[in-house]
Nanobody
């Protein structure tokens, strides 16, 4: 059974930092591209960042580029999202997801972790 479990969310003031973690089990983690998405109240879920299976390539949405960093530790089956210079508009539930090699869709999702940025 595949499980993705996010942690590290919380309440932070604008300009602050948080580090999210997503621990994976039940899959060959090193074979999957991992992504972070977020969903603000009343809005659709949006792409934030992704990292390829070996960690060699990363991609970011324009809204977080230069502030967020995605990384992974395949030995620990964990993907991270370091979030710096947080803004109130970053407030959302953050989800991690996995995508098999060659696939277009993310097939497994975590339950999400709340990030709230106060002004």
């Amino acid at each position: 059974q595949v499980q993705l479990v996010e942690s590290g969310g919380g309440l932070v003031q604008a300009g602050g930092s948080l580090r999210l973690s997503c621990a994976a089990s039940g899959l060959t983690f090193s074979s999957y591209t991992m992504g972070w998405f977020r969903q603000a109240p009343g809005k659709e879920r949006d792409f934030v960042a992704r990292i390829t299976w070996g960690g060699g390539h990363t991609y970011y949405s324009d809204s977080v580029k230069g502030r967020f960093t995605i990384s992974r530790d395949n030995a620990k089956n964990t993907v991270y999202l370091q979030m710096n210079s947080l803004k109130p508009e970053d407030t959302a539930v953050y989800y991690c997801a996995s995508r098999a090699q060659g696939a277009y869709e993310y097939n497994y999702w975590g339950q999400g972790t709340q990030v709230t940025v106060s002004s």
